[in-house]
């Protein structure tokens, strides 16, 4: 586990745009701000439910859309589970 993934990790709710997408920029946006107001991590994806549903390909959009933005990716707890059968992308 990550050195860095101690203290305060806040679950982060990511922003959704008009059609119901993840908004990347404006998700960035608000990750940034917390880790720089006092949160040690970031729960992505996770106790906010986005995990199970949002799509597979919405779910990498998002986490790469947090790493084109810069964000430190070993401050991140990403939420992974799926209550989909199907299989959404390989």
Known sequence: MSDKLRGVIAAIATAVDEEGEPDCARSATLARFLLAN??????????????????????????????????????????????AVPMQSR
């Open 38 to 83: 006092g949160c040690d991590g970031l729960n992505v994806l996770g106790t906010t439910g986005e995990a199970t549903s949002f799509s597979l390909e919405q779910r990498k959009r998002l986490m790469t859309g947090y790493r084109e933005k810069g964000l430190p990716l070993d401050r991140l707890m990403v939420g992974t589970g799926a209550a």
